[in-house]
T-cell receptor, first 112, second 112 residues
Framework: AQSVTQLGSHVSVSEGALVLLRCNYS??????LFWYVQYPNQGLQLLLK??????LVKGINGFEAEFKKSETSFHLTKPSAHMSDAAEYFC??????????FGTGTSLTVIP | NAGVTQTPKFQVLKTGQSMTLQCAQD?????MYWYRQDPGMGLRLIYY???????DKGEVPNGYNVSRLNKREFSLRLESAAPSQTSVYFC???????????FGPGTRLLVL
């Protein structure tokens, strides 16, 4: 069975501080992994995805994530938080490319 | 290109009423999906369609039906709405590059 666990439903960081959003997954086959961002009253937008190439994936808006197979993790980071990063972030896994399993989301607050 | 569009944006129903949520995409994608988003539960797959003429149940299909009218359109029907179906509904498509999902803006449904 596939599942995604996002530790911390709410994360607060100061503007300029490191952002770290955690994601662990379980999958019976090597998965594709994703991070999506959702701004208020909008749909989800792809931030980045891992597709079995480089383990360190760079996405939009300065975000990146590292695939660690031994830890079954795909944590999202950004060196310096900006006010515009305040949003909900979802980690997702797709073992087959047909179905996608989402985590419960992490709401990021950026404190001025 | 409009991408993925959904109608209506917001709907209020009384228990027992029926309605159809519409989704259309102009991206020429084969796969289309319906999710519901509830607080603290992330996105859960209701139904998906890998191609025109095929549909499959997802994680939470009970109380819903779908129709893949053609390649562009994928509708979700609630035959007899229940308060438990109060949610935000998202339509999504998947492109040829495995795993990149494109989401519509969502439909907010309130069932009284």
């Amino acid at each position: 069975a596939q599942s995604v666990t996002q530790l911390g439903s709410h994360v607060s960081v100061s503007e300029g501080a490191l952002v770290l959003l955690r994601c662990n997954y379980s999958s019976s086959v090597p998965p594709y992994l994703f991070w999506y961002v959702q701004y208020p009253n909008q749909g989800l937008q792809l931030l980045l995805k891992y597709t079995s190439a480089a383990t360190l994936v760079k996405g939009i808006n300065g975000f990146e994530a590292e695939f660690k197979k031994s830890e079954t993790s795909f944590h999202l980071t950004k060196p310096s938080a900006h006010m515009s990063d305040a949003a909900e972030y979802f980690c997702a896994v797709s073992p087959t490319g047909n179905q996608f399993y989402f985590g419960t989301g992490t709401s990021l607050t950026v404190i001025p | 290109n409009a991408g993925v569009t959904q109608t209506p944006k917001f709907q209020v129903l009384k228990t027992g009423q029926s309605m159809t949520l519409q989704c259309a995409q102009d991206m020429n994608h084969n796969s289309m999906y319906w999710y519901r988003q509830d607080p603290g539960m992330g996105l859960r797959l209701i139904y998906y369609s890998a191609s025109e003429g095929t549909t499959d149940k997802g994680e939470v299909p009970n109380g819903y039906n779908v129709s893949r009218l053609n390649k562009r359109e994928f509708s979700l029907r609630l035959e007899s709405a229940a308060p438990s179906q109060t949610s935000v509904y998202f339509c999504a498509t998947t492109g040829p590059k495995r795993g990149t999902q494109y989401f519509g803006p969502g439909t907010r449904l309130l069932v009284l």
